[in-house]
């Protein structure tokens, strides 16, 4: 059941991708980011009823710190996908996003085996035949800078909540989605942007957001049954994310990018499994 939830983290990240994608085509990504946000954190507060836990003042902080990362993250893949597609974007922000909060558990005591060591090891050299593989003229060298900030946001986020208790049930999470509207928000006032994308693809924002908050409601019921499986599926998000990539929107992928993704995919798996 674990490794189901997992997968369906994973397709509810590859189907937030295929309306965000549509939605950052036709406005700023910030934009796109408070609608992003904003129905998700509605989302995330109308399960918390659903979600065995009480209200933690210092769970609920570390929730609102997250969420400026896991915000930053997401604003930095879209730019990532925008720039480079989804064959670039999607490996880079998985390895990282999930080899930071290893290496985070690592410091503080715990001793990973030798897998998860070869593990992060190989999910880097995949990296490496990703970004090496891309096609003159498709602004690979930028993506993979966007998606690198994205990794790095996203790691520092998710390593945040390395320290949570169980019994915080979901409020960690609307903390998250909190933060990060708010912080999308702010950047968006002070840009002078518009506050929301154009009408016509409203409908494929807040649906972004819904499948935003699928992914964290499939994770935190996946973990209950089965926490190793539930991690190694949502870290297959890169397949799912490169799929819809390559069947809605046509990103190239050559042979050494599609050997590099499946080798940082390998290598995710074994890190996230320890």
Request: a neutral charge; aromatic letters at 8%.
């Given at each position: 059941?674990?490794?189901?939830?997992?997968?369906?983290?994973?397709?509810?990240?590859?189907?937030?991708?295929?309306?965000g994608r549509r939605v950052v085509m036709r406005c700023h990504v910030l934009s796109a980011m408070v609608t992003f946000q904003g129905?998700?954190?509605?989302?995330?507060?109308?399960?918390v009823p659903f979600v065995p836990g009480s209200f933690a003042s210092d769970d609920f902080l570390r929730g609102l710190i997250s969420g400026i990362g896991l915000g930053t993250g997401l604003a930095c893949y879209y730019t990532s996908l925008d720039r480079a597609g989804s064959a670039v974007a999607a490996p880079i922000v998985a390895t990282l996003?999930?080899?930071?909060?290893?290496?985070?558990?690592?410091?503080?005591?715990?001793?990973?085996?030798?897998?998860?060591?070869?593990?992060?090891?190989?999910a880097f050299g995949g990296l490496g035949l990703v970004t090496a593989g891309g096609t003159r003229g498709s602004h690979v060298a930028t993506g993979t800078a966007w998606a690198l900030v994205s990794g790095l946001?996203?790691?520092v986020g998710l390593g945040i909540?390395?320290?949570?208790?169980?019994?915080?049930?979901?409020?960690?999470g609307v903390g998250q989605r909190l933060s990060s509207v708010a912080a999308m928000g702010a950047l968006v006032a002070i840009r002078?942007?518009?506050?929301?994308?154009?009408?016509?693809?409203?409908?494929y924002a807040m649906l972004t957001g819904v499948?935003?908050?699928?992914?964290?409601?499939?994770?935190?019921?996946?973990?209950?049954?089965?926490?190793?499986?539930?991690v190694v599926g949502a870290s297959m998000f890169p397949v799912m994310s490169v799929l819809v990539g390559r069947a809605a929107y046509n990103d190239p992928i050559n042979m050494r990018q599609a050997i590099g993704i499946a080798a940082a995919v390998a290598g995710v798996t074994a890190v996230v499994a320890f």
């Amino acid at each position: 059941m674990g490794a189901l939830f997992g997968l369906l983290t994973s397709l509810s990240i590859g189907t937030s991708d295929l309306f965000g994608r549509r939605v950052v085509m036709r406005c700023h990504v910030l934009s796109a980011m408070v609608t992003f946000q904003g129905s998700a954190a509605i989302v995330s507060l109308a399960i918390v009823p659903f979600v065995p836990g009480s209200f933690a003042s210092d769970d609920f902080l570390r929730g609102l710190i997250s969420g400026i990362g896991l915000g930053t993250g997401l604003a930095c893949y879209y730019t990532s996908l925008d720039r480079a597609g989804s064959a670039v974007a999607a490996p880079i922000v998985a390895t990282l996003s999930a080899v930071i909060p290893f290496a985070y558990t690592t410091l503080r005591g715990h001793d990973p085996p030798l897998i998860a060591i070869i593990g992060a090891a190989v999910a880097f050299g995949g990296l490496g035949l990703v970004t090496a593989g891309g096609t003159r003229g498709s602004h690979v060298a930028t993506g993979t800078a966007w998606a690198l900030v994205s990794g790095l946001a996203y790691g520092v986020g998710l390593g945040i909540l390395v320290d949570l208790s169980e019994s915080s049930g979901a409020w960690p999470g609307v903390g998250q989605r909190l933060s990060s509207v708010a912080a999308m928000g702010a950047l968006v006032a002070i840009r002078r942007l518009p506050a929301l994308p154009p009408p016509e693809v409203m409908g494929y924002a807040m649906l972004t957001g819904v499948a935003s908050a699928a992914a964290t409601i499939f994770y935190i019921v996946g973990i209950w049954f089965d926490a190793p499986a539930t991690v190694v599926g949502a870290s297959m998000f890169p397949v799912m994310s490169v799929l819809v990539g390559r069947a809605a929107y046509n990103d190239p992928i050559n042979m050494r990018q599609a050997i590099g993704i499946a080798a940082a995919v390998a290598g995710v798996t074994a890190v996230v499994a320890f």
